[in-house]
Nanobody, 124 residues
Framework: QLQLMESGGGLVQPGGSLRLSCIAS????????IGWFRQAPGKEREGVSC????????NYLDSVKGRFTISRDNARRTVVLQMNSLKPEDTAVYFC?????????????????WGQGTQVTVSS
């Protein structure tokens, strides 16, 4: 069964860290670029970070550069988003998604399958 499962969300204070994981099942992760997106209440879904199918090329939203790091382990079918120095404006539901190409994209429309999302709340 095709599935992308996010985990690692939660409540954290400003300045804290969270590590989000996206675990793939039902397909071979090696052939897909993966993107992390987020959606806050009343806002459009936005691309946070993405990684090429082999992990060589990465992209980041300007507001998270230097704070977030994306990585992948295809053998373990896992893509990780390490989030440090979290800010209240990072609060959102975070989703991972797959794209059937080598190159990733920050456009949600470029992805064909999505996980259910994990809530990240940054608050004191």
């Amino acid at each position: 069964q095709l599935q992308l499962m996010e985990s690692g969300g939660g409540l954290v204070q400003p300045g804290g860290s969270l590590r989000l994981s996206c675990i793939a099942s039902g397909f071979t992760l090696d052939y897909y670029a993966i993107g992390w997106f987020r959606q806050a209440p009343g806002k459009e879904r936005e691309g946070v970070s993405c990684i090429s199918s082999d992990g060589i090329i990465t992209n980041y939203l300007d507001s998270v550069k230097g704070r977030f790091t994306i990585s992948r382990d295809n053998a373990r079918r896992t893509v990780v988003l390490q989030m440090n120095s979290l800010k209240p404006e990072d609060t959102a539901v975070y989703f991972c998604a797959r794209r059937s190409t080598y190159y990733c994209s920050t456009r949600p429309s470029a992805y064909d399958y999505w996980g259910q999302g994990t809530q990240v709340t940054v608050s004191s």
